[in-house]
């Protein structure tokens, strides 16, 4: 494939059981073009290992006085320089393209699985592991792809010019096609203390990318706490780790390089110093002397090549098992049913007993805040199973994702504790908020051996009854049609970045037009903001950019625009995990009476503790430990429920036995 012809069509279905398979896969499917990069490989090697043999006839023809083969010589020097300019050119542009073409195949791979994840991808990876993966471990398996054609020229040529050296001079010959294997294998002893060294560096790097990504993700919290100097301090001693780890990789690949360089020069001096007590005794003439050393100069050249091609081998390895274990991961797709039409009714999770009447606006108060994510989830039905077989890294058991609307955000509980520690002021490991479904505390080391089956232990695959949609099970469905008739929006919204008109431009049913999903989130304020930023003179706010994630918003505006975007998309089924948790009480409100009439007609679930919205849901159910404790309009659980209103008052628990609230800010930031 050339570089014009990208995207590739289909970058087809990887060999992930492990990171060497990976990099076989790779080769096979960019064939044509290690072949085409051999065929210019083995004509640019050809050419300069046949140099020595003119220039020697050349030597001999002056000291003979022969200037008729002096000329041929010369002749034939011209041809061979200008096949090696052009090999030259033709290579590099055959390498370059395989290079280019192999990282763009995995970047679609990663695309396609990161679409396919959603937000259960980095409940299962590390956010730094994913940044990693997608930057610098692509530019390792591309290198090594790049590099691989090259080897094999040298190779094929260095074994011809052994042979031919035999042939041409037997005893000179014998000598150099024993040294060259010797010095082609002399560092295979030093590449597994290097290859741990590289190994060591990029681990510490991912640490000091996550600590820096989460940060990033975090700084108005960061700001607020007074809690910069504190991360800096501990960023500062994440990069020395990783500048300290660099010195020591690069220590011993230096020496590798040395002794590539040491061992090949004390060949070249043992076969001048035999050549010339050869020469001396008349065993070989001058310009046969002048050939061989030519050729031991030129196998100088392909063991660069076998270098190159050692480290290349070095580092891809493990990014391309680290690849493809991030390929592995997999989450149903296909379902048992193949439905006519889209299931309709109420929606029932056999796990809690809740039932959410259709066409009705229904909330949930959990006692337990992180129950109420994992709930949120289940009710969008395909929960993550184990992963395919015959790969020996990988964990089972995804954390279940979203669609739209889905991501991962650092939250302010999250950032305080990876700055401040979880009681005091010590420092503490950070804590992922798209974790907080899986981990009830600090994040794992990702990048630890064991991660994987620490993973393991804490996210078994969800094996219970699915949830049930008008008496079908959406996990007997294809994933498409289930997505397409229940959505629902994590409780950290990420905002690509983009125009609103594209942030909007989802797939809906066409019932609810922007302007009115906008109107119903009470995004007044973010239209006009944005139409002041709009990029022509009109002021329409639909051309206004937003940057990534949305961070020149507010929290409140950032989620008063997702749920805008979620009832765009209209789907049968909408459950909203705290869509108004970062919004002040007089917006709230509005927003509350915007989502009950933009819904009517429509089953809506909204896990929230907020009395705003309770008030003027048609029914409110709240789970205790795990199980619907009761169910009613809101004004009555709070005076039938104590537990009920202990959670939505924040009252001091009634009993033991109640869960603490979810705490959520009320403060509207302004843009």
Same mark, same amino acid.
């Given at each position: ?91 590099? +542009? ?28 980095? +409940? ?179 063991? +660069? ?367």
């Amino acid at each position: 494939m050339r570089i014009r012809d990208l995207p590739h069509p289909d970058p087809g279905v990887p060999d992930v059981r492990s990171g060497g398979r990976f990099l076989v896969w790779l080769c096979r499917q960019q064939r044509g073009g290690l072949l085409k990069a051999l065929f210019w490989g083995l004509v640019h090697m050809g050419s300069l290992a046949a140099f020595p043999l003119p220039v020697g006839l050349a030597v001999q023809a002056a000291v003979d006085g022969r200037g008729s083969r002096l000329a041929l010589a010369g002749g034939v020097l011209a041809l061979l320089g200008t096949a090696v300019a052009v090999s030259d050119i033709m290579l590099h +542009r055959a390498s370059v393209t395989n290079w280019i073409v192999t990282v763009a195949r995995m970047q679609q791979l990663l695309s396609r699985k990161t679409a396919e994840l959603g937000g259960a991808m980095t +409940r299962r990876v590390a956010a730094g592991e994913i940044v990693a993966v997608s930057t610098g471990d692509l530019e390792r398996i591309g290198w090594f792809v790049e590099a691989l054609s090259r080897f094999t020229a040298a190779l094929v040529a260095s074994v011809g010019v052994c042979l031919a050296l035999v042939g041409y001079q037997p005893t000179l010959g014998l000598v150099v096609a024993l040294g060259a294997p010797v010095l082609a294998l002399a560092v295979l002893p030093l590449l597994p203390p290097a290859t741990r060294r590289a190994d060591d560096q990029r681990d510490k790097a991912g640490r000091a990318t996550e600590l820096a990504s989460d940060t990033v993700a975090g700084l108005r919290v960061l700001r607020g706490i007074g809690g910069e100097s504190l991360f800096l301090g501990r960023y500062r001693d994440a990069s020395q780790e990783v500048r300290r780890a660099a010195v020591r990789s690069a220590r011993m690949w230096s020496l590798i390089s040395a002794v590539q360089v040491a061992l090949p020069g004390l060949l070249l001096i043992a076969v001048v110093w035999y050549g010339v007590r050869l020469a001396l005794d008349g065993s070989i003439a001058i310009g046969e002397l002048v050939t061989v050393y030519g050729a031991v100069s030129f196998l100088l050249y392909p063991l +660069r090549h076998f270098e190159e091609l050692t480290m290349s081998w070095s580092f891809s390895l493990p990014s391309a098992g680290r690849t493809a274990r991030v390929l592995a991961l997999s989450r149903p797709v296909e379902g048992r049913l193949t439905a006519a039409e889209p299931p309709s009714g109420d929606l029932h999770d056999p796990v809690s007993g809740l039932t959410a009447r259709a066409g009705q606006l229904t909330a949930v108060v959990c006692g337990d805040p992180d129950a109420a994510g994992r709930l949120a989830d289940r009710l969008g039905g395909h929960p993550p199973h184990t992963d395919p077989p015959g790969h020996p890294d990988l964990p089972s058991g995804l954390g279940a994702g979203t669609d739209v609307g889905a991501g991962v955000e650092v939250e302010a509980d999250a950032v305080a504790a990876t700055i401040l520690g979880p009681d005091s002021g010590e420092p503490a490991p950070p804590r992922h908020a798209a974790g907080r479904r899986d981990m009830d505390h600090h994040a794992p080391d990702h990048h630890h051996p064991d991660h994987f089956d620490t993973v393991n232990s804490l996210a078994e695959p969800d094996r219970s009854p699915s949830v049930a949609l008008g008496g079908t099970p959406l996990d007997d469905l294809p994933r498409d049609t289930a997505r397409a008739v229940v959505l629902v929006q994590d409780k950290d919204p990420v905002l690509l970045s983009g125009t609103l008109g594209e942030l909007l431009d989802v797939p809906a049913s066409g019932r609810v037009t922007a302007t009115a999903a906008l109107d119903a989130a009470h995004c007044g304020d973010v239209l006009a903001a944005l139409a002041r930023a709009s990029a022509d003179d009109r002021d329409d706010p639909m051309r206004g950019r937003l940057t990534e994630r949305g961070r020149s918003l507010s929290g409140g505006q950032r989620q008063r625009l997702a749920l805008a975007r979620s009832l765009v998309a209209d789907p049968e089924v909408l459950v909203l995990d705290e869509p108004t948790s970062a919004v002040d009480a007089h917006t709230e409100a509005r927003v509350a009476d915007g989502l009950r009439d933009i819904r009517t007609g429509r089953t809506t679930v909204v896990l929230t503790s907020s009395p705003l919205l309770l008030d003027r849901a048609d029914q409110v159910v709240f789970v205790q430990g795990g199980k619907v404790a009761g169910e009613a309009p809101h004004r009555e659980l709070l005076v039938t429920h104590p537990e009920y209103r202990a959670v939505v008052t924040r009252e001091p628990d009634p009993a033991p036995a109640a869960s603490t609230p979810r705490t959520e800010p009320t403060i509207e930031e302004t843009a």
